[in-house]
């Protein structure tokens, strides 16, 4: 049984419904339990690919100690239930609740995998430490912790979190040849976008919110604009920060330059239309988004936080700038217009990097941490 708080669109849910696909083909009859914070059309789709879908009512994202307790009651429930082999947690939240019903409930094998952590740029101390105390006493009923990069692993290890032994590093798998094959060429996807076929097109994608990190993009787009003519800015996704962010490239005289899609099902399509991908997030556990663009042979330019630095190879196949730093991500992005020569070259190293993290990698990692706890623990597949 998979548990997660809620299924949106991003990463972290389009990886678990891949993981949970892959793992019912070698054999891993699974079931998704889900909180009523789910967007409808994400989890239907999830139900046409194959997965059976349980909603918890108390299983919220925010914390809510009423219904926290309400989630533990109902999954523990759920679990002396249905006798699963394994749990496998998904997410900060879905983590906690989900390892302490697990654990109460004494399933055999629990697995956790939080897709990136929360040890900083989202809350404050007193409440990330909370929160980081809330990972290291629930590791103790955890069998095995699944990071996205090494580097992931090692924060946890830095704040006490868990043991070395716990670790696994499981990429987030991203199916390398059908992105390939659905990728529109350059010249028709700017098309569609009505952005000039000759313009220098830097792409951003994910939740608009602080923590991915655009309001520093936008602030880059004013001097990449000075330094490369006819510079546009294109925003794939949607959030709380959308009207922000063009408000501020009004304010900079560059409201022309930035486009927002809002949220859209096709984000491939959109993105095969730019020349880069940056990514200036100020915490992001791998940034799934990073190898989807270098699988269509785009250079990325992204900050050196989590685990960022475990998929860029600087000045291989992208370039690798300070967080919070909007000048140096700027010269980064002038580089790189200015450059062409150099935009090929990181482009080619892009596409075969991108390979490391493909879904073939990323079901064989998690193939074998689960033969791994059947065969230790003895369990009936």
Not at 136 to 161: F, K, M, N, Q
Not at 212 to 224: C, I, N, P, S, T
Not at 263 to 268: E, F, G, L, N, Q
Not at 288 to 314: F, K, N, Q, S, Y
């Amino acid at each position: 049984m998979h548990v997660i708080t809620r299924l949106t669109m991003g990463g972290s849910s389009e990886n678990t419904v891949s993981q949970i696909e892959a793992l019912d083909r070698v054999g891993y009859a699974s079931t998704l339990v889900l909180g009523p914070e789910s967007e409808e059309p994400i989890v239907e789709a999830a139900r046409r690919r194959g997965c059976r879908v349980v909603e918890v009512e108390g299983l919220v994202r925010e914390v809510s100690p009423a219904r926290d307790a309400a989630a533990v009651l109902q999954l523990w429930r759920l679990f002396r239930r249905a006798r699963p082999a394994i749990v496998h947690t998904h997410t900060s939240k879905a983590g906690f609740v989900g390892r302490l019903a697990a654990w109460l409930a004494g399933v055999p094998a629990v697995i956790h995998q939080p897709h990136g952590h929360i040890f900083y740029g989202y809350w404050s101390r007193p409440r990330t430490a909370m929160f980081v105390g809330l990972e290291r006493i629930a590791a103790h009923w955890t069998d095995t912790i699944v990071t996205l990069t090494p580097h992931e692993v090692d924060e946890h290890l830095e704040r006490g979190i868990g043991r070395p032994s716990q670790f696994q590093v499981v990429p987030s798998g991203v199916s390398i040849q059908s992105l390939r094959a659905a990728a529109p060429p350059r010249g028709e996807a700017r098309a569609r976008l009505g952005l000039p076929a000759e313009a220098y097109v830097i792409a951003g994608v994910g939740r608009l919110v602080p923590i991915k990190g655009f309001d520093l993009l936008v602030d880059a787009l004013a001097e990449v604009a000075a330094r490369v003519p006819d510079t546009h800015v294109l925003l794939i996704g949607e959030g709380v920060e959308r009207q922000a962010l063009q408000a501020r490239a009004e304010a900079l005289g560059v409201g022309d330059r930035l486009h927002i899609t809002g949220s859209v099902t096709d984000v491939i399509g959109r993105l095969a239309g730019a020349d880069v991908l940056a990514a200036p997030s100020r915490n992001e556990g791998m940034g799934r988004v990073l190898v989807e663009a270098m699988a269509l042979g785009l250079p990325v330019v992204g900050t050196r936080v989590g685990g960022i630095a475990d998929v860029i190879l600087d000045r291989e196949c992208g370039l690798l700038v300070p967080a919070e730093d909007a000048g140096a991500l700027a010269d980064a992005l002038a580089e790189l217009g200015t450059d062409a020569a150099l935009r090929t070259k990181l482009g080619a190293g892009a596409r075969p990097r991108a390979e490391a993290f493909s879904t073939t990698v990323a079901a064989a990692a998690m193939r074998a941490i689960y033969d791994g706890l059947v065969r230790s623990r003895r369990l009936a597949r």
